[in-house]
């Protein structure tokens, strides 16, 4: 069973940076494509940005250009650089997993979240 912990968030000023780090542990054999969400109060879950078990990302568009997700399949770590933070970034981030089915055919629907992060960025 994959399990996912977040890391890094914090209060910062607006234009400030922050880098968030989701250490994957126990059959990260099985992880394929990981992504990072966030959830404001009173809104759903949105996709921030994610990543391809081969490199390849896609972003949200309110956070291109600022944002960059990475990952370091040797650390089995998924990182997020975050910069010129805004207060609308204020949110709680997850970290999210998808499996690899072609190792691990058993998860076919299964997907793995991260506890969350918080990040307030204050005026």
């Known amino acids: 069973q994959v399990h996912l912990v977040e890391s890094g968030g914090g209060l910062v000023q607006a234009g400030d940076s922050l880098r968030l780090s989701c250490i994957a542990s126990?059959?990260?054999?099985?992880?394929?494509?990981m992504a990072w969400y966030r959830r404001v109060p009173g809104k759903g879950r949105e996709l921030v940005a994610g990543i391809g078990s081969g490199g390849s990302t896609n972003y949200a568009d309110y956070v291109k250009g600022r944002f960059t997700i990475s990952r370091d399949n040797f650390k089995n770590t998924l990182y997020l650089q975050m910069t010129n933070l805004d207060p609308e970034d204020t949110a709680t981030y997850y970290c999210n997993a998808y499996p690899d089915l072609d190792n691990c055919p058993d998860l076919i629907g299964t997907e793995y979240w991260g506890q969350g992060t918080q990040v307030t960025v204050a005026v």
């Open positions: 126990e059959d990260t054999e099985c992880i394929s494509d």
